[in-house]
């Protein structure tokens, strides 16, 4: 099955600079890549997701980018603000999705 | 309202005591699925279910039921708990069978299993 390794475990950022989470995957038949923030308590939500056909998407401060090759994807997050501190995963897969184990961010004020 | 309701939110049990915990959307959904989290662990896929009738295994599956009669509900069945499915469960709901699409979770039950 597939395997998507996340990291890094842990990030802290000051306020306004940029943020980068990595995630790798194994099966080269996943063809869906999306992230998910978590708030403290909350559920997780979609906040951006590429498809294999598309090598970058961008979404206002945050962008994604996949290197299919490598088998790579990555999220960025710029000018980074508070309420931007949650947890944050990566998925691969198509209707079977599997996660990463998680990026707690921090930013810091 | 859009939505993907869970219940129980919160719960602690026995070990060997069966429970149910059922999740249901109104958004007309063919995709559901359930995941556990635990911490250092993200989220491992339990089962999911493409359409009425077709559930199919996920990542972890050992100790777990599902059953999808109707495309709304998809009821997940610890027929006999153990501490080691203390967890957050989460079920979500996404239009997109095929190819996952947006998920849309629950908020999530808390289940304690002593």
């Known amino acids: 099955g597939e395997n998507v390794e996340q990291h890094p475990s842990t990030l802290s950022v000051q306020e306004g600079d940029s943020a980068v989470i990595k995630c790798t995957y194994s099966d080269s038949a996943s063809n869906y890549f999306p992230w998910y923030k978590q708030e403290l308590g909350k559920r997780p939500q979609l906040i951006i997701d590429?498809?294999?056909?598309?090598g970058e998407k961008k979404d206002q401060r945050i962008a994604v980018t996949l290197n299919k090759t490598a088998k790579h994807f990555s999220l960025h997050i710029t000018e980074t603000q508070p309420e931007d501190s949650a947890v944050y995963f990566c998925?691969?897969?198509?209707?079977?999705?599997?996660f990463g184990a998680g990026t707690t961010v921090t930013v810091r004020a | 309202e859009a939505q993907v309701t869970q219940n129980p939110r919160y719960l602690i049990t026995v070990t060997g005591k069966k429970l149910t915990v059922t999740c249901s959307q109104n958004?007309?959904?063919?995709?559901m699925s359930w995941y556990r989290q635990d911490p250092g662990l993200g989220l491992r896929q339990i089962y999911y279910?493409?359409?009425?009738?077709?559930?199919d295994k996920g990542d972890v599956p050992e100790g777990y039921k599902v059953s999808r009669k109707e495309k709304r509900n998809f009821p997940l069945i610890l027929e006999s708990p153990s501490p080691n499915q203390t967890s957050l469960y989460f079920c979500a709901s996404s239009l997109e069978p095929r190819s996952s699409g947006e998920l849309f979770f629950g908020e999530g039950s808390r289940l304690t299993v002593l």
């Open positions: 279910s493409m359409n009425v009738e077709v559930t």
């Open positions: 590429i498809r294999s056909n598309v």
């Open positions: 958004m007309n959904h063919e995709y």
């Open positions: 998925a691969a897969g198509d209707y079977k999705l599997s």
